[in-house]
Nanobody, 114 residues
Framework: QVQLVESGGGLVQTGGSLRLSCAAS????????MGWYRQAPGKQRELVAT???????TYADSVKDRFTISRGNAKNTMYLQMNSLKPEDTAVYYC????????WGQGTQVTVSS
């Protein structure tokens, strides 16, 4: 079992920055893949970025060059540095982790005002 807790969401103006954190705890051997997803009102959940245990990253086209995903030294933590935020980035952001199955956090709200 893996428990994921996100933090760092909030309200920011267009062009501002936020840093999301995700901490994983529980009983597991190794987290193979971690990622950030988001879901805006009335829309499906979408991939934002992923990072493997060897720190290979992928990004959605909509966030490339603005967002940076990283993992902490403990490898059980993950971050999403979000710069140049836009109103369309407004969503609930979810942390995910894959060991032998997917686990999800409870989500953190990010609101970007115009």
């Amino acid at each position: 079992q893996v428990q994921l807790v996100e933090s760092g969401g909030g309200l920011v103006q267009t062009g501002g920055s936020l840093r999301l954190s995700c901490a994983a705890s529980g009983s597991f051997l190794r987290i193979v893949l971690m990622g950030w997803y988001r879901q805006a009102p009335g829309k499906q959940r979408e991939l934002v970025a992923t990072i493997t245990s060897s720190s290979t990253t992928t990004y959605a086209d909509s966030v490339k060059d603005r967002f940076t995903i990283s993992r902490g030294n403990a490898k059980n933590t993950m971050y999403l540095q979000m710069n140049s935020l836009k109103p369309e980035d407004t969503a609930v952001y979810y942390c995910s982790a894959f060991t032998v199955r997917d686990y999800w956090g409870q989500g953190t709200q990010v609101t970007v005002s115009s």
